[in-house]
């Protein structure tokens, strides 16, 4: 069973054109301070309630015809081996499926987006090859990183990738090194780093990013990539 801990209903803003419904997953392999779902990641963290894959199908069943998709994020999914069967119940509904990652599995990326039961990818891209390297202590995190970004974008499925910046993690001379890694990619979102409940509780509005630092990030970025938005 999908281990979910929590349900949005109706949602216009995560699934592109879309009205879909979220499920937030247990579970990621990065501990990235700026995390806004610490109890999804951190054992032994408040837990929020937990949904069963029950509830949630049956929801899904109460609004078929009023929501278009379902969005998977966590925490990351793909840690959890449930993950494709709880995907093929819900395409089976009639519904599409957007899917946030961090990249870390390409491989299980990989295989998912081949089944044909995901119409949409969002992968967080975090740093610059570097910035893994010094934040993360995967093994080889750097070129798994390289491998889901390639997959995504030869998928021929709508994606997005996107990066929430936060200082002193993030610096406007980094810029450069994100938009190579993703360079030729449709879209791309710039997110701010917005203070509240996250893992690393010191973190406040001074590790924001001002209005006109975004843009100037912005247009870096716009050398690289197609369509880019802050948000």
Do not use: W
């Not at 990235?32 to 049956?58: M, R």
């Not at 494709?84 to 987006?113: A, C, H, Q, R």
């Not at 992968?123 to 202590?137: E, H, L, Q, R, T």
Request: proline residues 5%.
């Amino acid at each position: 069973m999908l281990r979910i801990s929590g349900l949005e209903r109706s949602s216009l803003l995560d699934y592109p054109g879309k009205i879909s419904a979220i499920i937030f997953t247990y579970g990621c392999d990065l501990k990235c301070p700026y995390c806004h779902n610490p109890e999804l990641v951190i054992e032994g963290f408040d837990k929020a309630k937990s949904f069963t894959e029950e509830e949630v199908l049956s929801f899904l069943k109460s609004r078929k015809g009023k929501l278009d998709a379902l969005v998977i994020t966590g925490g990351e999914p793909l840690v959890q081996k449930e993950l494709l069967p709880f995907i093929k119940k819900v395409k089976e509904m009639g519904f599409l499926i957007k899917l946030d990652s961090n990249g870390t599995f390409p491989d299980k990326l990989k295989d998912l987006i081949e089944t044909g039961f995901v119409d949409y990818v969002a992968m967080d891209v975090k740093y610059p090859k570097a910035g893994y390297v010094k934040n993360s202590m995967i093994p080889g995190v750097a070129k798994k990183i390289e491998q889901s970004i390639k997959t995504i974008m030869d998928s021929g499925l709508d994606y997005e990738f996107r990066t929430t910046y936060v200082k002193p993690l993030h610096a406007l001379e980094s810029v450069e090194g994100i938009g190579k890694m993703i360079k030729g990619a449709k879209n791309y979102y710039i997110q701010n780093f917005r203070p509240g409940k996250t893992i690393d509780p010191t973190l406040t509005k001074e590790n924001s990013f001002t209005a006109k630092e975004l843009e100037e990030i912005k247009k870096t970025m716009e050398k690289y990539v197609e369509n880019v938005q802050i948000r």
